[in-house]
C-alpha cells in the first residue's frame, strides 16, 4: 500500500497544562483537514494531564500521537523529540495552553499550496483572564508580528531579519517552517529559557522565501505565575546571553546587512537588556545591582560600541528610548 507524507505536523509538548488541554486539542482537532498528524509529547507532568491527554486521543475522531519522556527534560528538549519525531513537510510547534484561531489551518493550507514558502509568519491574539488598562491600549485582540505585506511571497532575507526584530517577536509558534529546514543539527538547547531568541533567527537564516499572514491563527495564553512572568537568576541570565552569536552568523553569509536591520536587532538587544535591569533591582530589592557582566554581553551582541549606538537612536530621533538606554546602560 503507498503511503502519503502529510503536509503539516502540529507538535505540542505537554506539562502540567490540564486546565488548557483539552481547550487546546479541540481547536485543533475541529478544523483538521486531510495530510495532518499531531503529535503530542508529555514530559512527565506532575498533574493529570496525561490521563486528560489518553482519554481526548481514544475519543478523538483525528487520529493523536502521544509520546513520552522517561523524566522531566523541559520544553526545548519535548520539542526536539517532537521535531525527530515529524513526518509532514511543515512543523507547526503549538504550546499546550495556547490555542488555535477557527480557520487557521485552512488559511495555512491555502498560502502553501499557492506560494510553497520555506517559511510562514502569523500574527496572534492574547488570552488573559483579567485584563489591565493597559492592556486594552495594546489591541491584543490582534498582535502584528511582522511589518511586511501580507499575502505575498518574500525572498528578501535581510528584510525578514529586521522584521522579526523590529516587532520584537521571536516566539516559534507564530511560524510555521519546512521540516527540512532544521536539518539535523539546528535544536532547542535544552536547560535554557528563551529558547525561541536563540533558534528563531538561526532558522531564518536558512530561509529563502517566506510568507507573513496579517492575521491572528495563535490564541496565546498570558498566564500569571508562569516561569517567564516570575523574576529570577535563571531567566536573566539565560535572557542576557540569548542573541550571542546570531549577528554573527548573520553577517557571515550576508556581509551587507543594512544598517536598518543592525538597528532592529540592536534596538531588541537594547530592550532585553533594560528588561535584565529591572528583574535584576526586582530579585535584589531594589539595590542598583552590577551590570558589568550583562553589559558585556549586550554589546558582544551589537558589535557597536556605546557612542555608536547612541549615534543610531540619535540619526532616527528616537531621544527618549536613548534617554531609557542610558538610564539602564
Not at 100 to 108: E, F, G, P, T, W
Not at 114 to 121: A, E, I
Not at 144 to 165: A, H, N, Q, R, W
Request: overall charge positive; aromatic content about 10%; hydrophobic content about 40%.
Amino acid at each position: 500500500m503507498r503511503t502519503y507524507r502529510p503536509w503539516l505536523s502540529i507538535l505540542i509538548p505537554v506539562y502540567n497544562v490540564s486546565a488548557y488541554l483539552v481547550e487546546c486539542l479541540e481547536s485543533i482537532v475541529l478544523q483538521t483537514i486531510p495530510g495532518i498528524e499531531i503529535i503530542t509529547l508529555d514530559d512527565c507532568s506532575t498533574d493529570n494531564s496525561l490521563t486528560i491527554l489518553q482519554d481526548f486521543a481514544k475519543n478523538s475522531l483525528v487520529p493523536i500521537r502521544i509520546l513520552q519522556h522517561a523524566h522531566n527534560r523541559g520544553l526545548s528538549a519535548a520539542r526536539n523529540t517532537l521535531l525527530d519525531a515529524a513526518q509532514g513537510d511543515y512543523v507547526w510547534f503549538i504550546d499546550s495552553d495556547d490555542k488555535l484561531n477557527d480557520d487557521a489551518i485552512q488559511s495555512l493550507h491555502a498560502l502553501v499550496r499557492q506560494h510553497h514558502p520555506d517559511l510562514v509568519l502569523c500574527d496572534y491574539r492574547v488570552l488573559r483572564s483579567q485584563h489591565r488598562l493597559k492592556h486594552y491600549s495594546r489591541d491584543e485582540r490582534h498582535i502584528t508580528t511582522f511589518p511586511g505585506t501580507s499575502g505575498v511571497l518574500m525572498t528578501d532575507p535581510i528584510k525578514l531579519f529586521e522584521g522579526i526584530y523590529q516587532k520584537r517577536k521571536l516566539h516559534i509558534w507564530s511560524k510555521i517552517s519546512r521540516r527540512e529546514l532544521w536539518g539535523d543539527d539546528l535544536r532547542f538547547p535544552e536547560g535554557r529559557i528563551m529558547e525561541d531568541v536563540v533558534v528563531t533567527p538561526r532558522l531564518c537564516l536558512r530561509v529563502k522565501n517566506y510568507i507573513y499572514a496579517q492575521q491572528p491563527w495563535v490564541i496565546y495564553r498570558q498566564r500569571e505565575g508562569s516561569i517567564l512572568s516570575r523574576p529570577n537568576q535563571k531567566k536573566i541570565d539565560d535572557m542576557s546571553i540569548a542573541s550571542t552569536g546570531v549577528l554573527a552568523l548573520w553577517l557571515e553569509k550576508y556581509p551587507h546587512l543594512s544598517a536598518d536591520a543592525r538597528f532592529s536587532f540592536a534596538h531588541f538587544c537594547v530592550r532585553t537588556h533594560i528588561f535584565v535591569s529591572k528583574e535584576l533591582r526586582t530579585i535584589s530589592n531594589n539595590k542598583r545591582p552590577d551590570m558589568s557582566t550583562y553589559r558585556q554581553h549586550f554589546l558582544s551582541h551589537i558589535q557597536w560600541d556605546k557612542p555608536r549606538m547612541c549615534w543610531e537612536y540619535i540619526k532616527r530621533g528616537w531621544v527618549l528610548k536613548l534617554r531609557r538606554f542610558l538610564l539602564e546602560y
